[in-house]
């Protein structure tokens, strides 16, 4: 047998395929997680940079926005990974086995959630004023003149317009968060890229040869990249359906 066919019988072993699929499944649960407290602290500091521009706490809190968004939106990720492994405190609640890992797995899996939401939240904060900028002054004056209070006009009126312009671009951040995860295989995080990297270092044990080969990293770090690039490629057709979408509907609005 020739080794890359001692590679390649890895692939047949369901032992490693259930571990892959388990790393498949945490790096979507991290991203999700990543992207949706995202949107949350990105919209509020997306808010407080655009409109809270009047009085003196206003603008203290308008500083403070500014410098959260462009400190970590213009530094590495990775350097907010090992700054959280270092100096983040794990809550009492993930400080225990959860999830089939270890305390030590779950304690790592935190941290490196809180580096993932904080720089993602950096830069959906910009995708989102840049949805806040393109809606009309008049929508803000519509909403007043019905009687909506700033609160409700942001919630019901602003922010939904916003999303909705900005949706193509969030999808694109969506994968860009998928594929930043894999950062988090330098911490020893259970994600995808963490899992391939445990295979490879035990690639003699599956091999059937009792040695790790080239070509085990081919094929190891090919199914890697295989799968990364089918999630991705699966939001970004996503993305350029919505793109069709919106480039149609000026048309459709005229023709009615």
């Given at each position: 047998?020739?080794?890359?066919?001692?590679?390649?019988?890895?692939?047949?072993?369901?032992?490693?395929?259930?571990?892959?699929?388990?790393?498949?499944?945490?790096?979507?649960?991290?991203?999700?997680?990543?992207?949706?407290?995202?949107?949350?602290?990105?919209?509020?500091?997306?808010?407080?940079?655009?409109?809270?521009?009047?009085?003196?706490?206003?603008?203290?809190?308008?500083?403070?926005?500014?410098?959260?968004?462009?400190?970590?939106?213009?530094?590495?990720?990775?350097?907010?990974?090992?700054?959280?492994?270092?100096?983040?405190?794990?809550?009492?609640?993930?400080?225990?086995?959860?999830?089939?890992?270890?305390?030590?797995?779950?304690?790592?899996?935190?941290?490196?959630?809180?580096a993932l939401i904080l720089?993602?939240?950096?830069?959906?904060?910009?995708?989102?004023?840049?949805?806040?900028?393109?809606?009309?002054k008049g929508q803000f004056?519509?909403?007043?003149?019905?009687?909506?209070?700033?609160?409700?006009?942001?919630?019901?009126?602003?922010?939904?317009?916003?999303?909705?312009?900005?949706?193509?671009?969030?999808?694109?951040?969506?994968?860009?968060?998928?594929?930043?995860?894999?950062?988090?295989?330098?911490?020893?995080?259970?994600?995808?890229?963490?899992?391939?990297?445990?295979?490879?270092?035990?690639?003699?044990?599956?091999?059937?040869?009792?040695?790790?080969?080239?070509?085990?990293?081919?094929?190891?770090?090919?199914?890697?990249?295989?799968?990364?690039?089918?999630?991705?490629?699966?939001?970004?057709?996503?993305?350029?359906?919505?793109?069709?979408?919106r480039s149609r509907q000026?048309?459709?609005?005229?023709?009615?």
């Amino acid at each position: 047998m020739s080794e890359l066919e001692a590679s390649m019988s890895m692939l047949a072993n369901k032992n490693i395929l259930l571990y892959i699929g388990k790393g498949i499944l945490f790096t979507l649960i991290i991203s999700v997680i990543a992207v949706l407290c995202g949107i949350l602290i990105g919209s509020v500091l997306a808010l407080v940079r655009n409109y809270c521009t009047r009085g003196i706490l206003q603008r203290i809190l308008h500083a403070l926005a500014v410098v959260y968004i462009e400190v970590f939106r213009n530094t590495p990720l990775l350097l907010w990974i090992f700054i959280c492994l270092v100096f983040c405190p794990c809550p009492e609640f993930f400080s225990r086995k959860m999830f089939g890992l270890t305390s030590v797995e779950t304690k790592l899996l935190f941290k490196a959630a809180v580096a993932l939401i904080l720089f993602t939240s950096s830069v959906i904060a910009e995708i989102v004023r840049g949805g806040l900028n393109g809606i009309a002054k008049g929508q803000f004056e519509a909403a007043h003149s019905q009687g909506f209070g700033t609160v409700r006009t942001f919630v019901y009126i602003i922010l939904p317009q916003a999303y909705r312009n900005i949706m193509p671009t969030l999808l694109s951040q969506v994968t860009s968060t998928i594929k930043d995860s894999s950062y988090l295989a330098n911490i020893a995080v259970i994600e995808l890229m963490a899992r391939v990297k445990q295979i490879l270092s035990s690639a003699s044990q599956y091999n059937g040869t009792g040695n790790i080969h080239v070509s085990d990293v081919f094929v190891l770090f090919g199914v890697a990249a295989v799968i990364y690039f089918v999630i991705n490629y699966t939001l970004s057709c996503i993305v350029r359906s919505m793109q069709k979408r919106r480039s149609r509907q000026p048309k459709l609005e005229r023709t009615a």
